[in-house]
T-cell receptor, first 112, second 111 residues
Framework: DTAVSQTPKYLVTQMGNDKSIKCEQN?????MYWYKQDSKKFLKIMFS???????INETVPNRFSPKSPDKAHLNLHINSLELGDSAVYFC???????????FGQGTRLTVV | QKEVEQNSGPLSVPEGAIASLNCTYS??????FFWYRQYSGKSPELIMS????GDKEDGRFTAQLNKASQYVSLLIRDSQPSDSATYLC???????????FGKGTSLLVTP
């Protein structure tokens, strides 16, 4: 029974396209995150949501728009994809912000 | 100034030895500290959390925290080839609503 699940696992798309990644957690956590892991494996916070409310937006281009319909879901929509957006995107959740975070399996996005 | 710093490695240790991984952080107000293990192509997996100064042991793993020196370490005793992975240090951010990660230390345990 997967705790944090995100789909799709792989996403290959052309520059300029719009794509979405979905994330769901069944842990009953209040806080959810999107992290980006680049080719050098650096894991960087993008967004943090607490009870559906945006808490952290870490200087991410406004082409990235997160949406949290309820506290168990946090989706990420990306407009006008660029080559530099290629990375692995991880969804994570925790009971509250800054506590132990549990990660989904990641979405490897490749923009060609 | 980078918030969480780790030596990228690779750190190579022989099987059965103790692997020592280190991490420093810049925010003196940080209260929560974590070690994650990430195998290639997989997601980060939490292995240890520590909140108070001193040592915390869990099986072959010991986390050590020194808030005065802003230093966290992870010791892996009796290292096994299956421990070969990247180890990520994470610290709660000054906003309190996220974890900031170091760039990770690559550990290679050789048989």
């Amino acid at each position: 029974d997967t705790a944090v699940s995100q789909t799709p696992k792989y996403l290959v798309t052309q520059m300029g396209n719009d794509k979405s990644i979905k994330c769901e957690q069944n842990l009953g956590h209040d806080t959810m995150y999107w992290y980006k892991q680049d080719s050098k494996k650096f894991l960087k916070i993008m967004f943090s949501y607490n009870n559906k409310e945006l808490i952290i937006n870490e200087t991410v281009p406004n082409r990235f728009s997160p949406k949290s319909p309820d506290k168990a879901h946090l989706n990420l929509h990306i407009n006008s994809l660029e080559l530099g957006d290629s990375a692995v995107y991880f969804c994570a959740s925790s009971t509250q912000g800054g506590t132990e975070a549990f990660f989904g399996q990641g979405t490897r996005l490749t923009v060609v | 100034q980078k918030e969480v710093e780790q030596n990228s490695g690779p750190l190579s240790v022989p099987e059965g030895a103790i692997a020592s991984l280190n991490c420093t952080y810049s925010d003196r107000g940080s209260q929560s500290f974590f070690w994650y293990r990430q195998y290639s192509g997989k997601s980060p997996e939490l292995i240890m959390s520590i909140y108070s100064n001193g040592d915390k042991e869990d099986g072959r793993f010991t986390a050590q925290l020194n808030k005065a020196s802003q230093y966290v370490s992870l010791l892996i005793r009796d290292s096994q080839p299956s421990d070969s992975a990247t180890y990520l240090c994470a610290v709660n951010s000054n906003s309190g609503y996220a974890l900031n990660f170091g760039k990770g230390t690559s550990l290679l345990v050789t048989p």
